[in-house]
């Protein structure tokens, strides 16, 4: 699940484009091509894990994970159906063994209705059912080993899911400005959101699994880590009464990202370099 979440960390996707001063504007299609995720440990700074990820039409399709010493430790792979929709992701061991595999599905309004993720070899079995209901909430039940927990998101008028509950209790909701969060409550703590003026992420991260912007949550069945997913703006600040995360970037001439550094209360996370060709 480790390695999950990283790859879903990156939050964003791909193209851009910028026009030469002619009578007739020709567009040029920048393509991202790489983005390089370096992560340090948050007491003493050292370089703990590197990860690759490469894309491929627009879209990623390998992340190859690096420890401290420069050493393959995991590669996971990303498939996508004939509608270009993430449809698994597959994670092997340096040996080429097949650790571990998420499987989504999709009903006929290319909504997710299942997911399937087995890990460590098929030791840890989760599968998820999502019910899309008519009263603009979805239900989703999961089974993980034998464990059985259920949880409601409920659905705004916009389209968006923007709140978590959990036997009756808001766990999470999240008030919006389009598709963008300006603050969110999580488990009774507040965070409020702050963004640069310009610059931005050519392409939502939720796009991979088609237009539907639920579809983002319900891969990853929570919507406290999927919220970010939403907007290409690029966000400056998450506050909270007792942390600070930050995020400083410079851009290319398109005003998409060359660089990010991301700080909680101070300290360096994470680093990242993006390639575009």
């Known amino acids: 699940m480790k390695k999950l979440i990283l790859l879903l960390s990156i939050g964003l996707l791909i193209t851009s484009c910028s026009s030469e001063e002619n009578e007739i504007p020709e567009i040029q299609t920048q393509v991202l091509v790489k983005i390089e995720q370096r992560q340090f440990d948050f007491n003493n700074g050292a370089l703990t894990e590197k990860i690759i990820f490469e894309y491929n039409n627009q879209r990623p399709t390998i992340a190859l994970f690096y420890d401290e010493n420069n050493q393959l430790t995991y590669t996971s792979e990303w498939n996508y159906s004939n509608n270009n929709f993430l449809s698994s992701i597959k994670g092997y061991l340096p040996s080429g063994t097949l650790d571990s595999e998420t499987n989504i599905t999709y009903d006929s309004s290319n909504r997710i209705i299942q997911t399937k993720r087995s890990e460590e070899n098929s030791t840890y079995l989760t599968t998820t059912d999502f019910t899309h209901n008519s009263n603009n909430t979805i239900t989703s039940n999961t089974n993980s080993n034998g464990n059985i927990s259920s949880k409601t998101f409920e659905i705004n008028n916009i389209g968006i899911i923007d709140k978590e509950v959990v036997n009756g209790n808001v766990i999470v909701s999240v008030q919006y400005e389009d598709l963008k969060p300006i603050s969110k409550t999580s488990y009774s ?44 703006e690029l966000i400056k600040k998450v506050e909270s009464n007792s942390t600070i995360i930050e995020y400083t970037f410079t851009l290319n001439n398109d005003n998409y990202p060359l660089t990010k550094k991301d700080f909680y209360n101070g300290k360096l996370e994470n680093e990242f370099d993006y390639y575009y060709e």
């Open 189 to 232: 703590t507040s965070y409020n959101y702050t963004y640069l003026v310009s610059g931005s992420f050519p392409s939502s991260f939720q796009s991979i699994f088609g237009n539907n912007t639920v579809n983002v949550v319900l891969f990853q069945n929570s919507l406290d880590n999927s919220l970010e997913s939403f907007t290409t």
